[in-house]
């Protein structure tokens, strides 16, 4: 959307990213009311998507704010067809530019790892976003399936992204345990929630080798559901 754009989207976007900079519990309904008033074009929407999925990486205290105006757009006439499957749809490249970024690290050149390490912080800034996504059924429990076997993967291959993966998957839990062992139980899987989801953080908190205390006292409080929420 930013490429290439003229003055118009330049400056929609300029405002848009003011905006958001601003939103707080306080203000919440005005702010979003100053951006849906913005709106015009269908390309605004897009644009504001991705910008919604930006600001989650660097201000991952605001997610679930972010998260409400993609919920909200979701709700209105002119974009209730549109949001779920842009959302789906980033949400697929994140995890296809992932795969592909994660093969054959140790073969890749310099800039070609400076661009993986930069990718693998955004891909980890939007867990929590998703978490709350999800938590507006903006998302499917499919896909957050695959990106929780993503986080699998790379917290037991280790390498200096493993703790900060590490509280990546724990937030993610407590920000969507109760919602997904929810939706297992529906299924009439409540075994297959604990399989995947509370088995793994058990065997991370008895794994002194491999992780700090903190790091294992995390695992374990998240395990035994502590601080999940409602």
Same mark, same amino acid.
């Given at each position: 959307?930013?490429?290439?754009?003229?003055?118009?989207?330049?400056?929609? $976007?300029?405002?848009?990213?003011?905006?958001?900079?601003?939103?707080?519990?306080?203000?919440?309904?005005?702010i979003? $009311?100053?951006?849906?008033?913005?709106? $015009?074009?269908?390309?605004?929407?897009?644009?504001?998507?991705e910008?919604?999925?930006?600001?989650?990486i660097?201000?991952?205290?605001?997610?679930?704010?972010?998260a409400?105006?993609?919920?909200?757009?979701?709700?209105?006439?002119d974009?209730?067809?549109?949001?779920?499957?842009?959302?789906?749809?980033?949400?697929?490249?994140?995890y296809?530019?992932?795969?592909?970024?994660?093969?054959?690290?140790?073969?890749?050149?310099?800039?070609?790892l400076?661009?993986?390490?930069?990718?693998k912080?955004?891909?980890?800034?939007?867990?929590q976003?998703i978490?709350?996504?999800?938590?507006?059924?903006?998302?499917?429990?499919?896909?957050? +399936?695959?990106?929780w076997?993503?986080?699998?993967?790379?917290?037991?291959?280790? $390498?200096?992204?493993?703790?900060?993966?590490?509280e990546?998957?724990?937030?993610?839990?407590s920000?969507?345990?109760?919602?997904?062992?929810?939706?297992?139980?529906?299924?009439?899987?409540?075994?297959?929630?604990n399989?995947?989801?509370?088995?793994?953080? +058990?065997?991370?908190s008895?794994?002194?080798?491999?992780?700090?205390?903190?790091?294992?006292?995390?695992?374990?409080?998240?395990?035994?559901?502590?601080?999940?929420?409602?």
């Amino acid at each position: 959307y930013k490429a290439g754009k003229g003055k118009r989207e330049a400056d929609f $976007g300029k405002t848009l990213n003011s905006l958001l900079n601003k939103i707080s519990g306080d203000n919440f309904d005005k702010i979003q $009311g100053k951006i849906f008033d913005m709106l $015009g074009k269908t390309e605004d929407l897009y644009c504001t998507l991705e910008q919604l999925f930006e600001k989650a990486i660097s201000q991952k205290s605001y997610c679930k704010y972010y998260a409400k105006i993609a919920a909200n757009l979701d709700k209105t006439e002119d974009y209730k067809k549109i949001v779920k499957p842009a959302i789906v749809e980033y949400c697929q490249n994140l995890y296809k530019e992932n795969s592909m970024l994660s093969s054959d690290v140790e073969d890749k050149t310099y800039d070609e790892l400076c661009d993986y390490f930069k990718y693998k912080n955004r891909f980890i800034g939007n867990f929590q976003f998703i978490g709350e996504l999800y938590r507006h059924s903006l998302l499917d429990i499919t896909m957050i +399936e695959d990106f929780w076997n993503i986080l699998l993967k790379d917290i037991q291959a280790g $390498g200096e992204n493993k703790d900060s993966n590490s509280e990546c998957i724990c937030k993610l839990l407590s920000t969507i345990g109760n919602y997904l062992e929810k939706e297992y139980k529906k299924r009439g899987d409540d075994t297959l929630f604990n399989e995947l989801y509370i088995q793994p953080l +058990e065997e991370f908190s008895r794994d002194k080798e491999n992780f700090s205390n903190r790091i294992r006292f995390m695992f374990m409080d998240c395990s035994e559901r502590k601080r999940w929420e409602d």
